[in-house]
T-cell receptor
Framework: EPEVTQTPSHQVTQMGQEVILRCVPISNHLYFYWYRQILGQKVEFLVSFYNNEISEKSEIFDDQFSVERPDGSNFTLKIRSTKLEDSAMYFC??????????FGQGTRLTVV | AQSVTQLGSHVSVSEGALVLLRCNYSSSVPPYLFWYVQYPNQGLQLLLKYTSAATLVKGINGFEAEFKKSETSFHLTKPSAHMSDAAEYFCAVRREAAGNKLTFGGGTRVLVKP
């Protein structure tokens, strides 16, 4: 069964460093998303991406964040200068047409 | 704007007992509604979805949910809890059109006692 794949599963980084979280969405999906879940809190929407551009972003998704689909398969989330409060589980998701979103296993980011 | 409220951040049930997880939503347009489950250290897995067809929706692992427009609710139930149901459950709402974001509730952690 096709699935959304995220790498790495865990990432530890120093405050101020750049991190790139990687995702491979399901191959025939058209809509791509990043969500995050701070420990003990709800899952929050960050950004959605369609047709090679951002279609919607939340207030969390400030200038420190960017997304890219560099080729036909990868979808990346970059945090330019990480802060302690960026520590969270980051989920990538994708869907096709009007179907449900499929989520990856997540990347746990720890900023120290 | 959409929002989702899940009553009870923690629920404890005995094995074999009814599981009832409450979800209420607010949406200015007819919504799509979803229940996702998150097992420890794993991602989000879809349990079931409501997409304006039948109001009683059956999902995986014996779960079902009923959409009640008059009550703006989408409560999740399972007649008989199993130890493997211990997990966190999230209700989510989405506007109908493709590509729209999910708005999640706060989640309900289910503990199953033997």
């Amino acid at each position: 069964e096709p699935e959304v794949t995220q790498t790495p599963s865990h990432q530890v980084t120093q405050m101020g460093q750049e991190v790139i979280l990687r995702c491979v969405p399901i191959s025939n999906h058209l809509y791509f998303y990043w969500y995050r879940q701070i420990l003990g809190q709800k899952v929050e929407f960050l950004v959605s991406f369609y047709n090679n551009e951002i279609s919607e972003k939340s207030e969390i998704f400030d200038d420190q964040f960017s997304v890219e689909r560099p080729d036909g398969s990868n979808f990346t989330l970059k945090i330019r200068s990480t802060k302690l409060e960026d520590s969270a589980m980051y989920f990538c998701a994708s869907n096709k047409d009007n179907t449900e979103a499929f989520f990856g296993q997540g990347t746990r980011l720890t900023v120290v | 704007a959409q929002s989702v409220t899940q009553l009870g951040s923690h629920v404890s049930v005995s094995e074999g007992a009814l599981v009832l997880l409450r979800c209420n939503y607010s949406s200015s347009v007819p919504p799509y509604l979803f229940w996702y489950v998150q097992y420890p250290n794993q991602g989000l897995q879809l349990l079931l979805k409501y997409t304006s067809a039948a109001t009683l929706v059956k999902g995986i692992n014996g779960f079902e949910a009923e959409f009640k427009k008059s009550e703006t609710s989408f409560h999740l139930t399972k007649p008989s809890a199993h130890m493997s149901d211990a997990a966190e459950y999230f209700c989510a709402v989405r506007r109908e059109a493709a590509g729209n974001k999910l708005t999640f509730g706060g989640g309900t952690r289910v503990l199953v006692k033997p």
